[in-house]
């Protein structure tokens, strides 16, 4: 006697068009995305989107980028590339505000260990091994000095212009005294010494203070056009970011 | 040719008219179904194997016919975007979840916190003092004065409407200039232990409720004094508001 072939009814749910699942999916897809843009805090990816949120938040309507720097990073947490630091120094106005944005896969967000700092009229600021001064006087100047007081001696920085009103200061010359190593040993504070299984980690804290620099912009022939008595901490001279 | 060898040929035939590749496997799952389910149907009513796999075949049609029918509803465009739909729905809804559970800025409760705050805010009283910007709207409103050993502690009611849900509120609390009937108050802070600063002048803000696009603040001022009214500006970024906030004399 032939079996007889009966083939089981399984419900699998209404069967949809592809095209009706093609939609169903991009729908799908819109929401995730918009609950992934909104828990990122809504990151911006572009210059002109980090610069008009900040613009937002701080109330600057007229909030232009006068200087960018993109800086590609790797933290050894990182499993890809593609992390990059975006510094911007932005003005509104005779105000500047600088930040800088942390951007990695799908995440774009606010460096946490340098907050925005709005200056009025000239900013100053390190990062990195750069000391970075902005000013709209410096649009005249043909070169500019920059001179750093710390505790025991005065630095005397050469700038290099970046942008129209931006100049830089490179401050580590990777051998010999410089200013960034005449700070880590002015301003050290307590030693410590941090035992963890596995290992001892040993170092030390600093005084955070705000050094004076004075900027001064020349001419073509060096005559003096305008000095800018502005400061810079020490936290940042020593700092990595 | 055996009928197994005809099958596999009408398939094969079928399937070389559907331009787009990926979905073959699955035409021929079908068609082999119903190959199947017509030959042992035929099987069952009697007819011999190989006239019933015979019968069965030739029901199929023509595979060129087939083949150019399955192929105009396998458009190719069609089936690549399906396929990249799906990759897209399945590797967003992933990184989604993973981002939520693990390093989110905002949390699932946060985002439903601040959703409901959206919708439970209390509007500004229409006495509030009124400042249009070009972001949004802020508010000041008097709020309540206590005073304990000589020492008044002054709540200022802000209020900010922001037309973009990304923005915020302003984060422009460090840069505000508040000034009340004897002068500016500078921005100080209380000592680890809460303990007044020696000019008993400081000021700090709470959040009383923080949506997407509205957001409800207080700010107070510690002073030595109890003030008569006290005034908030931003002076960045050409923004000339003054905020006023005005209390009635004491009796």
Not at chain 1, 198 to 224: F, M, Q, S
Not at chain 2, 13 to 23: A, E, I, M, Q, Y
Not at chain 2, 83 to 93: Q, Y
Not at chain 2, 159 to 180: E, S
């Amino acid at each position: 006697m032939k079996k007889l072939h009966i083939r089981r009814p399984v419900w699998r749910g209404p069967r949809l068009s592809r095209k009706t699942r093609i939609v169903r999916n991009l729908t799908l897809s819109a929401l995730a995305a918009a609950v992934l843009y909104a828990a990122l805090g809504f990151p911006p990816y572009t210059v002109n989107g980090m610069v008009d949120r900040m613009a937002r938040r701080y109330l600057l309507p007229d909030l232009e980028p006068v200087y960018v720097l993109k800086d590609p990073r790797h933290y050894n947490s990182d499993i890809l590339p593609g992390r990059r630091f975006t510094y911007i120094i932005a003005r509104s106005g005779e105000d500047y505000l600088a930040f800088q944005y942390n951007t990695y896969l799908w995440s774009s967000e606010l460096f946490f260990s340098r907050d925005p700092v709005l200056a009025e009229g000239a900013y100053c600021a390190a990062r990195a091994g750069t000391l970075y001064a902005a000013s709209p006087a410096m649009a005249s100047a043909a070169s500019v000095t920059a001179a750093v007081e710390t505790k025991y001696e005065t630095f005397t920085l050469e700038g290099e212009r970046l942008s129209e009103e931006v100049f830089g200061f490179p401050y580590r010359n990777g051998s010999g005294p410089d200013l960034y190593t005449a700070v880590d040993f002015a301003y050290r504070k307590d030693s410590y010494v941090h035992t963890y299984e596995g290992g001892t980690v040993t170092g030390y804290t600093r005084v955070d203070a705000d050094l004076p620099v004075t900027v001064t912009l020349y001419d073509e022939v060096g005559k003096a056009l305008d000095t800018l008595r502005l400061t810079v901490s020490t936290s940042e001279i020593t700092g990595w970011y | 040719m055996s009928e197994q060898r005809s099958w596999a040929f009408w398939c094969a035939r079928v399937l070389g008219h559907v331009r787009f590749k990926p979905d073959r496997k699955a035409i021929e799952r079908e068609l082999t179904a119903h190959y199947e389910d017509h030959r042992l149907d035929l099987e069952r009513v009697g007819y011999e194997p190989d006239l019933a796999a015979e019968r069965a075949l030739r029901a199929m049609g023509d595979a060129d016919e087939v083949g150019r029918a399955l192929d105009r509803a396998h458009k190719p465009w069609l089936g690549w975007l399906w396929e990249v739909s799906r990759v897209l729905a399945v590797g967003l809804l992933v990184v989604t979840a993973a981002t939520l559970l693990e390093n989110s800025l905002f949390t699932i409760r946060e985002m439903l916190g601040r959703t409901e705050d959206q919708f439970t805010w209390e509007a500004p009283p229409s006495t509030a003092s009124c400042a249009v910007t070009a972001y949004g709207t802020l508010y000041l409103s008097p709020g309540d004065i206590t005073e304990e050993d000589g020492r008044y502690e002054v709540a200022l009611d802000l209020w900010g409407k922001t037309a973009d849900p990304r923005t915020d509120f302003p984060w422009i609390m460090p840069y505000l200039n508040i000034v009340d009937d004897r002068g500016p108050i500078p921005l100080g802070q209380a000592d680890e232990d809460g303990v007044w600063l020696d000019n008993y002048m400081s000021r700090g803000w709470s959040s009383v409720c923080w949506g997407w696009t509205r957001h409800q603040m207080v700010l107070s001022l510690r002073l030595d004094h109890r003030p008569q009214w006290v005034e908030v500006s931003y002076p960045y970024g050409g923004n000339d508001w003054v905020l006023r906030a005005e209390w009635e004399a004491e009796p």
